[in-house]
Antibody
């Protein structure tokens, strides 16, 4: 089955760190750029970060640049998001998604919830 | 950075109606625009890509048009399952971004 499954979310205090994972199956993971998108409770979608198929090229939203790091392990069909210096405004449901170049995000996981609160 | 402005942000319509949602980009993005539908508690679902191409499995009552800076999503003959939130997204250059969303409710 073609799917993405996120994990690693949870409750963390401000300033803390968390590492999200996304396990891919049913498609050639190493052939796709992958993305993280988040959605704060009751809000819209916010693109967070993207990583090219080989892992060489990475891109970040200004809101997370310098604090978050995206990575991937093509041998394990896995995508990661290391989140440091977390803030209350990072509280959101984090989705991983598969990229079709210049076209769309055609496959999404179910999301993993990150709550930053003291 | 490219900003996307969606309008309206809220739409009230009836089953059987035809509705149009607009997405305006702050600069030209060719046809690198996608539309998504999101229902409560669910991940976004791709409807339209490259401004006007219908994703496989999506009903033909959904259509998209536009190029450059102005784009539209039209849903003809609304069905009960179409009441949801709709987002546009540009994929022209990084940073990518989404529109603010259009929440469609039953009148």
């Amino acid at each position: 089955e073609v799917q993405l499954v996120e994990s690693g979310g949870g409750l963390v205090t401000p300033g803390g760190s968390l590492r999200l994972s996304c396990a891919a199956s049913g498609f050639i993971f190493s052939g796709h750029t992958m993305n993280w998108v988040r959605q704060a409770p009751g809000k819209g979608l916010e693109w967070v970060s993207s990583i090219g198929a080989t892992g060489t090229d990475t891109f970040y939203a200004d809101s997370v640049k310098g604090r978050f790091a995206i990575s991937r392990d093509n041998a394990r069909n896995s995508l990661y998001l290391q989140m440091n210096s977390l803030r209350a405004e990072d509280t959101a449901l984090y989705y991983c998604s598969r990229d079709q170049p210049f076209s769309n995000f055609d496959l999404w996981g179910q999301g993993t919830l990150v709550t930053v609160s003291s | 950075d490219i900003q996307l402005t969606q309008s309206p942000s809220f739409l009230s319509a009836s089953v059987g109606d035809s509705v149009t949602i607009t997405c305006r980009a702050s600069q030209a993005i060719n046809n690198y625009l996608a539309w998504y539908q999101q229902k409560p508690g669910k991940a976004p679902k791709l409807l339209i890509y490259r401004a006007s191409s219908l994703q496989s499995g999506v009903p033909s009552r959904f259509s998209g048009s536009g190029s450059g800076t102005e784009f539209t999503l039209t849903i003809s003959s609304l069905q009960p399952e179409d009441f949801a939130v709709y987002f546009c997204q540009h994929l022209h250059t990084y940073p990518l971004s989404f529109g603010g969303g259009t929440k469609m409710e039953i009148k």
